[in-house]
Nanobody, 125 residues
Framework: QVQLVESGGGLVQPGGSLRLSCVVS????????IAWFRQAPGREREGVSC????????YYKDSVKDRFTISMDRAKNTVYLQMNSLKPEDTAVYYC??????????????????WGQGTQVTVSS
């Protein structure tokens, strides 16, 4: 059983930054894909970024690739999402997700069996 706990959300002004953290249960960080998704009210859940923990490859949604950075700290069993130059359209609940295998696309929610509880990010002046 993989457990994921997100933190770091909050209210930030446009142009500001936040860093989200996802603490992953031990061993899961070694062999899993860890992804960040977000869901705004009335919209479908969408993939934001993903990291393949075994080899460090990273993946991004086009609209965030120049602003967001995903990284991991194995010593802390934590995956981070550094979000810079935030825009109001980034407002959503952000979720951390994990699975050992990705069969089609990293950005498909159905690919992931394990999910955190989510953390709210609000970008507003």
């Amino acid at each position: 059983q993989v457990q994921l706990v997100e933190s770091g959300g909050g209210l930030v002004q446009p142009g500001g930054s936040l860093r989200l953290s996802c603490v992953v249960s031990e061993f899961a960080l070694e062999y899993h894909f860890i992804a960040w998704f977000r869901q705004a009210p009335g919209r479908e859940r969408e993939g934001v970024s993903c990291i393949a923990s075994s080899h460090g490859s990273t993946y991004y949604k086009d609209s965030v690739k120049d602003r967001f950075t995903i990284s991991m700290d194995r010593a802390k069993n934590t995956v981070y999402l550094q979000m810079n130059s935030l825009k109001p359209e980034d407002t959503a609940v952000y979720y951390c997700a994990a699975d050992r295998y990705i069969w089609s696309s990293w950005s498909e929610p159905d690919e992931y069996a394990y999910w955190g509880q989510g953390t709210q990010v609000t970008v507003s002046s």
